[in-house]
C-alpha cells in the first residue's frame, strides 16, 4: 500500500459525460501528479500540484482540468468524454516537488471506461 | 524538450540476468527513475540515480551516465515475478518536477 488513495477505482460511463477523479495524497506530501495510461501505453504526465498551486503541465487537453484542495487532495475533471479517453488514471504524490524529494508514490488507478 | 527510449519488450530465463536500457534526452536533467509495474497495477519506486556509476539495491542495479544520457537497469537471478514492464523517468532540476516516464520495456521471464 503506498498510501496514495484513489476513487473511484472503475468508472464506466458514456460519450459526452463528465466525470470527476479523485486522490488523497500520502500524508505529509505536498505534491501530486496526474498520469494518463492508455492500454499498452505508456504514462503520459498529465498535471502536476504542488501545495495548492499548479507546478507543471503536461499534454493535458483543454477538456480536462484539475484542482489540489487546501487539504492537499486533488480531483481531475474530465468533460465532454470521448471513446479514446479511456484509460487508466494514475495519481501519485511526493514530499518535495523537485529533486530527490520527488519519489512519487502511485496510487492503484482509476479506470475509466468511455461508452 | 525531453524524450526516453526504451525497448518495447524482452525474454528472458529465469536465473538469468538481463540488463534493460533506456536512453533520454531531458532538458535540465537532474536524475532519472526505474519504476515496476505489473500488468493493471501502480507503478512502484526501484532505484533513482543522480550521479554517474552503478548503485546496487539486492537483486537489482541501476547505472547511470549523463555524459552519453543513458541508463540500464540491471536484473539478476531472475525470478517469474519479475515478469513486468520497467518504466524509466526523467527528472528535471527546478521547481517543478513532472516525471517524464518513457513507455516501458515489458520483460517476460520463461522457465
Known amino acids: 500500500d503506498s498510501g496514495v488513495t484513489q476513487t473511484p477505482k472503475h468508472l464506466i460511463t458514456a460519450t459526452g459525460q463528465r466525470v470527476t477523479l479523485r486522490c488523497s495524497p500520502r500524508?505529509?506530501?505536498?505534491?501530486v501528479y496526474w498520469y494518463q495510461q492508455s492500454l499498452d501505453q505508456g504514462l503520459q504526465f498529465l498535471i502536476q500540484?504542488?501545495?495548492?498551486?499548479?507546478?507543471a503541465k503536461g499534454n493535458i487537453l483543454e477538456r480536462f482540468s484539475a484542482q489540489q484542495f487546501p487539504d492537499l487532495h486533488s480531483e481531475l475533471n474530465l468533460s465532454s468524454l470521448e471513446l479514446g479517453d479511456s484509460a487508466l488514471y494514475f495519481c501519485?504524490?511526493?514530499?518535495?516537488?523537485?529533486?530527490?524529494?520527488?519519489?512519487?508514490?502511485f496510487g492503484q488507478g482509476t479506470r475509466l471506461t468511455v461508452v | 524538450g525531453q524524450n526516453i527510449d526504451q525497448p518495447t519488450e524482452m525474454t528472458a530465463t529465469e536465473g538469468a540476468i538481463v540488463q534493460i536500457n533506456c536512453t533520454y534526452q531531458?532538458?535540465?536533467?537532474?536524475?532519472l527513475f526505474w519504476y515496476q509495474q505489473h500488468a493493471g497495477e501502480a507503478p512502484t519506486f526501484l532505484s533513482y540515480?543522480?550521479?554517474?556509476g552503478l548503485e546496487e539495491k539486492g537483486r537489482f542495479s541501476s547505472f547511470l551516465s549523463r555524459s552519453k544520457g543513458y541508463s540500464y537497469l540491471l536484473l539478476k537471478e531472475l525470478q517469474m515475478k519479475d515478469s513486468a514492464s520497467y518504466l524509466c523517468a526523467s527528472d528535471q532540476t527546478g521547481t517543478a518536477s513532472k516525471l517524464t516516464f518513457g513507455t516501458g520495456t515489458r520483460l517476460q521471464v520463461t522457465l
Open positions: 531531458t532538458s535540465g536533467f537532474n536524475g
Open positions: 500540484y504542488y501545495n495548492g498551486e499548479e507546478r
Open positions: 540515480n543522480v550521479l554517474d
Open positions: 501519485a504524490s511526493s514530499l518535495t516537488g523537485a529533486g530527490r524529494g520527488a519519489e512519487a508514490f
Open positions: 500524508s505529509g506530501d505536498l505534491s
